[in-house]
Every structure is written in structure tokens, then in C-alpha cells.
């Protein structure tokens, strides 16, 4: 983040023309072909990109781990011989030996550095307590929370002041809650400028939260991996997932990514109350889409044909057209001429963890005029819950009953799964309901709300 380096930006990493092979002959991977990039002193840079890209790789090459086939990596002007003592990497998995404690696991790292014993306690127990992990130095990680045991990486990572810190889809394995938290939190520490690294380089899957911590995003494409385009984010810090301008850029790089040529406002019609026609959403459930895109990312060719993914999966076309229909709104897949093809988007929910799905399918999900609209309407009532009557009061005005029925029943599936609501009890709400008052209270507020006024 700029507004922590008073001094002028120095350039710290340029890759020049870098091609990467693995392998030779009929085994040979081109991962990488002609990478042109810099990181400069005082930036969040993200690599954004589907799984194969050569994200990781690029970070590597950066670390000094691997090297390239072709092309330059330059570190403040030099070239890299072996590993890069100026760069650290907080890994996926938490990489923690189990048997030493929190304090341990630190000062394990601290080791090489030459510190005397009492130096490394010292900056290991500056770096815990940075990190919020004050009190926790004796615990074993298995004793830790996910997000803990990552703060852990974090910190270690940190532990040896690397002037440019590495971060490897560091929060894709953590619960949403969690994930949320420790961007937050890392988020905090970097701009209140008391992390002893002078640049951040990140590798998310993740649009969303690249644009929520990046000061530029580096968006890569595939076979081979190449950089398809670089987009400075000028948004103030912190950046609110629901601000227009974020939304706007968020939509922006979706469109980058998913080949796009429409606007997100045209391809997905209008909500309830909104004037045009709602979007009425495609019934079906989140397990028949997931199922649908991970068997065409099977496929070896890029395209398949719809009639054969039917007879394949022993589903009737039709029965599979909704959740063809829900991929294609979600720029997930594209169908032309009978073929259905994933788009890189796609590709990367296809081979995303269980978790990383969801937050993708979250991110695309909140834009969906449906859900959009009933979120809007949870967040506007008090105590952020309706009683499912309201919104089938609002959806009579355009769908049957039983569409209206239907409706509600993919909406819920969706954003119960995307954790953007809940629903118990024939109420939906934004916040958990064990923490929401009684239902007796939720009636009287529900006579009182006018659903479409
Ligand atoms: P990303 O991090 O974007 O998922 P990677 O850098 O891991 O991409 O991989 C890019 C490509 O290089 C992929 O096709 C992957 O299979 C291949 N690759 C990565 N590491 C190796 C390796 N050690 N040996 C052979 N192929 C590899």
C-alpha cells in the first residue's frame, strides 16, 4: 500500500521475458511462456488466475525455488543465485511441526540467522503478540484453530524480515469467517506499517479478495501461463465489498476473466421491484452445478457436446439444462452451437477445495438479481430477518405459485450454501439465527413491513 513508504517506490523484482518448463520431451509442461512483471517497494500485488496458471511457479521463481528456462529475475537490479534470502513464502497448509509449540515453531525459523537464543525468544514473542497470538506461545498447533495456526505461518514468515513477504492462496483452506478475519487482520498490519516487509505478493484464486487487499492485480491465463492483463486498484483502504466502485471493479475483472462482452447488468436482468422483467433463477441445486462442471473439466477437449454430457451423466437433457442455464449466469461455462466449454472461471471452481468453492460461487451469487434482492430486503428489516411469506407475497406479483415456490426453494439452497443467509423455522435471516430473538418478535415486525413498497 503506498501510503506506508514515505520514500519514493524502488523497484524490487523484474522478470523479463521468463519462460518456464517442466519436464523434457513427450513430458515437457510449458507452465510459464514470456512473463513480464515488477514488484515495487510499498505494493500489495496480486497474481490472479485459474488453477495451472503458473502462479505459484512465478512465486518460485521469485523465491529463488525454481528455476526458469528462459529470461531474467532480477532482484533490486541483480540476478538471483539460489535461494532469495529477501523473501519469505507463507504456504496453503499451515506447515507447522506439530511437535514443537507456537514459540518453537518460530524460533526453529530464526535458527540460521546466526541470533543468540535470547534474541530469537525476543522476536519471536514481538512477532506472536503482532499477530494477536499473545498467550498462545506454549500451545501445541494442533491446539490452534485453522486461522490461528495460520497466523502462526504468518508470523514466521515475518519472523525473518523479508522485505517482500509471499503469500500462497494463504487463506484458501480457512472457513469463510476465518478467512475474513485474518485479511483483516493482515490487512491491518501491513498498512499500519509495523510488518518488517517492504512489499506483499499474493497468489489468490479468489476476485473478491485479490481486489479487497491488492494495490494491482496480475490476472494470468493458462497453456501456457501468460499474463492476460494488469489492473491498478486506487481504492482507499478498507475497501467494502459493497461500495459501487468495488462492485464495479469486481465486475470489471469477472468480465476480464470470463472472456465477457456484455455488462454484468445486461446478462443478468433485473430483481424484483427493479424495472424490466426479473431474472428468474435456473432450478438447480448447487450439488447438480458443482457435479456438472467438475465432469466437463474431466473432459480432455475443451468443449462437449450436450447431448453426449447428458447421455454420459444418464440425466435427460432437460433435467441438466437448468444447471447448464445456472453455469452460463454464474460465467462459469459458455454454450455454443449445442457445446458447452468452461470458462477459466469455471476451470478453477472445477478444481477449487471445497471451501474456495463456495466463496466463488458466493461472490458470483451476490450479484444475482434474486439473490441481491433478498439480501437487500434481509438487511433492511429489523433484526435482519423475514418470514419466507414475505418474499413469496413480492414474488406472486410476477411468477405462479408454483414457480414462486420454486423460486425461493433454489434461492435458499444457493445462499444457505454460499452461507449469504440462513434459513430456520420459515425464516430467512443475513445473521446465524441462534443469535436472533424469538419468533413471537418476528411476527409483529413481518405485519409491519411493506414487501414491495
Ligand atoms: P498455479 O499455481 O496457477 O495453479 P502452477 O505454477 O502450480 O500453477 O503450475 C503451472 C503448470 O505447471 C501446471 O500445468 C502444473 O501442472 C505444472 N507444474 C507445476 N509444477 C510442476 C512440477 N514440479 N513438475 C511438472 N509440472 C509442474
Redesign the pocket.
Known sequence: MANIVKQPAEELVRLTNIDKT??SGDRA?E?LHDINLSIKTGELVALL??????????LRIIAGLVQPTNGDMLYRGKPLRGVNPHTAIVFQSYALFPWLTVQENIEVTLKPLGLTPLERTKRALNLLDKVGLDGFETAYPRELSGGMRQKVGVARAMSVEPELLCLDEPFSTLDVLSAENLRGELMDLWSSGVLPTKSILM?SHNIEEALLMADRLII?D?SP?HVLAEVAIKLPHPRRRKDRPFLQLVDQVYALIAGKTQTEAEELGAAPGEPGKTRPLPHAPISAISGLLERVNEEVADRIDLYRLADELDEPLDDMLPSVEASEMLGFAKVESGDLSLTPLGQTFAEASIQAQKEIFAARIRRVPMIRWIRSMLSAARDRALHWDVFQTALALEFSPDEVERQLDTAVNWGRYAELFFFENDMLSIDNPASLPEPEHQEEERQDFDPVG
Open positions: 517442466y519436464g509442461t507452465a488466475g485459474p488453477s495451472g496458471c503458473g502462479k505459484s511457479t512465478i497468489v494470468l493458462k501461463g
